[in-house]
Nanobody
Framework: QVQLVESGGGLVQAGGSLRLSCAAS????????MGWFRQAPGKEREFVGA????????EYAESVKGRFTISRDNAKSTVYLGMNSLKSDDTADYYC????????????????????WGQGTQVTVSS
C-alpha cells in the first residue's frame, strides 16, 4: 500500500504559476511510476503528465506541453507538477497517482494503469 497526499493548489490569475506536490508514504517510492491527472467540473478525469520511476522519462498531455513540468525527488518520496502560463481551462481538481512497476523507464499515461490515488488538490485559475 502507498498513501498519496497532494498539496499546493489554490487560486491563481491567468498567466500565473503554481507547483503541486504529491508526498508518498507506505512503500518504497522508487519502484513507482507516478502520474498527474485532473478533473474539471462536469468533465471526466484526464491525463496531465507522468514520470517513470527511474531515468526520468516523462509524458504530457498535448494541452499542457511546454507549460507544465513533472519531476520527482525519490529521496523525499515526492513528485511535483510545475505549472506555468496557467489558463482558465486548467481549472480542475488535480490528482496524483502511483503504480508499482519493474519498468524503470516507462511513464504510464492511462488512468487504468494506476492503482493508488490521492485525494486531490483544487486549482482555480481566474481570467
Amino acid at each position: 500500500q502507498v498513501q498519496l497526499v497532494e498539496s499546493g493548489g489554490g487560486l491563481v490569475q491567468a498567466g500565473g504559476s503554481l507547483r503541486l506536490s504529491c508526498a508518498a508514504s507506505g512503500r518504497i517510492f522508487i519502484n513507482y511510476g507516478m502520474g498527474w491527472f485532473r478533473q474539471a467540473p462536469g468533465k471526466e478525469r484526464e491525463f496531465v503528465g507522468a514520470i517513470s520511476w527511474s531515468v526520468g522519462n516523462t509524458e504530457y498531455a498535448e494541452s499542457v506541453k511546454g507549460r507544465f513540468t513533472i519531476s520527482r525527488d525519490n529521496a523525499k518520496s515526492t513528485v511535483y507538477l510545475g505549472m506555468n502560463s496557467l489558463k482558465s481551462d486548467d481549472t480542475a481538481d488535480y490528482y496524483c497517482a502511483a503504480r508499482e512497476t519493474t519498468l524503470s523507464s516507462f511513464a504510464y499515461v492511462s488512468e487504468r494503469s494506476y492503482g493508488y490515488w490521492g485525494q486531490g488538490t483544487q486549482v482555480t485559475v481566474s481570467s
